[in-house]
């Protein structure tokens, strides 16, 4: 809501303007290999965007296309799957959608790179849909001839190639907009776990009752987990052995609470947040291609972990933590018991999943240094890794950047972005007013302009009005009014002050 003290023309409140962003540490891209570093590098100046608008979905992207291929094992009885839900906030036109092309212009060319060999998969399916029709029509005979038998034979059981395969469902590495059932049969054909991909993450969490009639949401709670599942629908039964699925994308600010309105069930808690500043205008350049080979080497090879037994059958392998990472996983455990007594609420919510994260983290930037290595032209041990061996363990370095990248960046920006869940639309509609006035150097405007340019007749005359109330109360706004042909129009004078630049930050740091 507005600030209740009293403010005036000489004193507006500039609360009504802060985005709640506060001072925010950039991504520690010396977390990541070398090779990887290099390339970040590279990638995001070529996309003209900070390096977090491409690690960080690329971090959340590589997670879950290990899945449960491959589980980080703290303890006997603990351990987790690699995939990690991440997201950018970052206002409309703030470049998060280039960052993260970065990594689906990769995905579409695997997809691409690999349709003869899912055509052939095709092929091989239809040609066991055919036989087990072939199997279905004899075994169908020798039923008939049973149960027509003087005297009555045993009825021969029915085999099991004539069991219906189903319809080939096409593997996907990434889905967009998927129901249930259809995320549920994609889970079938990629048994380690499915990555959703979305620019913008709202419309998926306002959207969670459109096709089911009741609420999606204890799926999605449960496709963190990665275990057993069963999708009951009109339409019949699904069971997935691994319900996994990562979620990746961006919200807007002023929509994360929308997008988590209502009890506190945790969806919230499972995101790791970013929340760069706007890049700065730089040349682009020309020093990184659309896809560069080596990037998409290193995606194919986590695409790639082998994860079939003998029988083509999914069997999930557990990687250790090294001595080393435990004691430090260890640390880090502590770390977390003695702080989280001091938080509540979503702060408290999002914290103690800290344990959870991390151990992802590490696993995750071990395989991002093996598959990179594998690309590179270097055969020299990355991180403790050679570029012909798979880790087997997580070594002590990936758990120490993990716990870095977790305490010094997503932490802080996880608080950042929380706060917006409590941010009133009143707030959120009086900010996105005032920006659209000082974008557009407005001294003066009229109800309507704000009502329909501004916000987008999201507000009705009424609402609009309180609005305008409030700014004015803000210091902000002014009424005063104009004839015209014999009519009184109204219209509010703006403050002067909003549009200097000096004193919008002199006064950013008095607040």
Request: glycine content about 8%; hydrophobic content about 40%.
């Amino acid at each position: 809501m507005l600030s209740p003290a009293i403010h005036d023309w000489n004193d507006p409140d500039w609360s009504v303007l802060d985005d709640r962003r506060g001072d925010l540490p950039d991504f520690p891209t010396d977390v990541l290999t070398p090779p990887w570093q290099n390339w970040l590098c590279r990638a995001s100046r070529g996309a003209g965007v900070r390096p977090e608008h491409v690690a960080v979905p690329l971090i959340g992207v590589a997670s879950s296309l290990i899945g449960t291929a491959r589980r980080v094992r703290a303890s006997r009885s603990w351990l987790e799957p690699m995939t990690l839900w991440t997201c950018v906030v970052a206002a409309s036109g703030d470049r998060k959608t280039p960052g993260l092309n970065v990594t689906l212009r990769a995905l579409d060319h695997i997809e691409r790179y690999t349709s003869d060999a899912i055509n052939m998969a095709r092929l091989a399916h239809e040609t066991r849909r055919q036989k087990a029709k072939e199997a279905t029509r004899e075994w169908k005979v020798r039923l008939k001839a049973a149960l027509d038998a003087e005297p009555l034979l045993e009825p021969p059981a029915m085999p099991i190639e004539a069991i219906d395969p189903g319809n080939f469902i096409y593997p996907r590495l990434y889905a967009t907009d998927p129901t249930i059932e259809r995320l549920a049969l994609l889970l079938q054909a990629r048994p380690r776990g499915m990555t959703l991909i979305r620019d913008e993450l709202s419309g998926l969490f306002s959207n969670m009752g459109r096709y089911s009639g009741g609420s999606d949401r204890p799926f999605w709670l449960e496709a963190w987990n990665g275990g057993r599942h069963v999708v009951e629908r009109v339409s019949g039964t699904v069971t997935v052995d691994h319900l996994l699925n990562g979620v990746i994308g961006g919200f807007q600010p002023d929509k994360i609470a929308r997008a988590f309105a209502g009890d506190e069930d945790g969806m919230y808690a499972r995101f790791l947040y970013a929340w760069p500043l706007p890049p700065d205008y730089h040349p682009l350049t020309n020093d990184v291609s659309e896809v560069e080979p080596e990037f998409q080497s290193a995606l194919i090879a986590l695409v790639r972990l082998p994860a079939e037994d003998a029988e083509g059958q999914f069997v999930p392998q557990d990687i250790w933590l090294s001595e080393g990472a435990i004691e430090r996983f260890e640390a880090f455990r502590r770390f977390t018991d003695e702080t989280k007594r001091e938080l509540d609420g979503r702060e408290r919510q999002w914290f103690v999943k800290g344990e959870t994260q991390v151990l992802r983290l590490a696993g995750t930037l071990a395989y991002m240094g093996w598959a990179f290595s594998l690309g590179g032209t270097s055969t020299e041990g990355v991180g403790g890794i050679t570029a012909a061996l798979e880790p087997t363990r997580v070594a002590e370095e990936f758990m120490v950047s993990a716990i870095r990248l977790w305490r010094e960046y997503f932490w802080p920006h996880a608080r950042a972005a929380l706060r917006q869940i409590g941010l009133a639309e009143r707030h959120a509609d009086a900010r996105r007013a005032l920006l659209w006035i000082k974008a557009r150097g407005k001294d003066e405007v009229s109800r309507e302009e704000i009502r329909r340019d501004a916000l987008g007749q999201s507000l009705d005359a009424d609402q609009t009005q309180h609005l305008l109330d409030g700014l004015v109360k803000a210091g902000w706004l002014r009424p005063t009014s104009i004839d015209t042909s014999g009519r009184r129009k109204y219209r509010w004078q703006v403050n002067p002050r909003i549009h200097s630049p000096a004193e919008s930050a002199e006064s950013a740091e008095r607040v």
